[in-house]
């Protein structure tokens, strides 16, 4: 299977520490202590997946700095470059990783290339309703529900629950595909890695939000849909897949076991020009992300926090250590 570069980035990180294994706040990153001086505004434009987050890093920020002012926006991954690139954002918020072309297009207007931090792990989890029992899919399985290419390998298009090993109510029921529109970097990645670079049906339901997918979901029996784990909600549940063989939940261990095999770094491109010194309020701010507050935010909002390895070489490229 092809895996993306942000899949081998997260194994390769998560795997470079002994507390793998134990999805809590890693006891080694640091509890944010204030400073003075720090006052302002600041803009966020970007990925719909991490509007819940950005908005709980605000919040916990503005607790120290009551003068600061966050606003966030997310619209989807595909508006962060241009607000990067037009400096109507501070920060610009991707659930993938930045193409080359948007990166060229920043560095035909600033010279350098924008620099990404890792603030939080996602695992962008299959859902179906909460009364679908079914257990398992393979990545094969998935890419022959949802694409048109099947660049998996699958022999044909699966449509129905009984294509798919189901009897009963759901043996000739046809499977009802919800997923994200073309501005979403949740779209991009299920596209490059669970589609193995393919293209989607025509018949999927492209939705403006994460919460949308999922709600469609809650709301329709024979439904399958995707979005990052986050937006879980009662009304659905997450199939475990397979991408050797054996299945695995959507769960912080197996993400950073590298045994889920959708499994991503979230990023934060910032415009950070490498002759200057970052700005204490975008400065600090990015501190407060790599505190024992900051990833405790980052597992309120339902995804898994990084570990001091990734902490150390994020805040080195903005010259914060």
Request: hydrophobic fraction near 40%; aromatic fraction near 10%; glycine fraction near 12%.
């Amino acid at each position: 299977m092809k895996r993306s570069a942000a899949s081998i980035a997260v194994v390769a990180s998560m795997l470079a520490t002994t507390a793998v294994a134990q999805v809590t706040v890693h006891p080694d990153l640091p509890s944010y202590e204030p400073t003075s001086g720090v006052s302002g505004n600041l803009t966020s434009i970007g990925s719909d997946t991490l509007n819940n987050l950005m908005t709980l890093w605000a919040e916990g920020f503005r607790g120290f700095y009551p003068n600061v002012a966050v606003e966030v926006q997310g619209a989807g991954s595909g508006t962060a470059p241009p607000a990067l690139v037009q400096g109507t954002a501070q920060f610009g918020p991707m659930s993938r990783a930045m193409r080359g072309t948007e990166i060229e297009e920043f560095e035909a207007r600033y010279g350098y290339a924008p620099t990404p931090i890792r603030g939080a792990i996602d695992a962008l989890a299959v859902f179906v309703h909460k009364d679908n029992p079914i257990e398992c899919l393979s990545l094969q399985q998935v890419d022959a529900v949802f694409s048109s290419t099947r660049n998996g390998g699958a022999d044909a298009g699966i449509n129905t629950w009984g294509e798919l090993g189901m009897d009963g109510d759901f043996a000739n029921q046809q499977i009802s595909l919800y997923g994200r529109n073309s501005a979403s970097g949740t779209y991009g990645y299920f596209k490059e890695v669970a589609l193995f670079d393919g293209d989607f049906r025509s018949e999927v339901r492209e939705q403006p939000g994460s919460s949308t997918v999922v709600q469609g979901v809650g709301s329709d029996l024979y439904a399958i849909g995707y979005s990052g784990i986050g937006y879980m909600t009662a009304d659905v549940r997450a199939v475990p897949l397979s991408m050797d063989g054996d299945c695995y939940e959507a769960s912080g261990e197996n993400a950073a076991a590298g045994f889920y095999p959708l499994a991503r770094f979230l990023y934060i491109y910032v415009n950070k020009n490498p002759n200057e010194d970052l700005d204490p309020l975008r400065g600090e701010f990015i501190k407060y992300v790599y505190t024992q507050e900051g990833q405790a935010d980052v597992m309120r909002a339902g995804f898994f926090p990084v570990v001091p390895a990734v902490a150390d070489v994020d805040l080195e490229a903005f010259g914060l250590n």
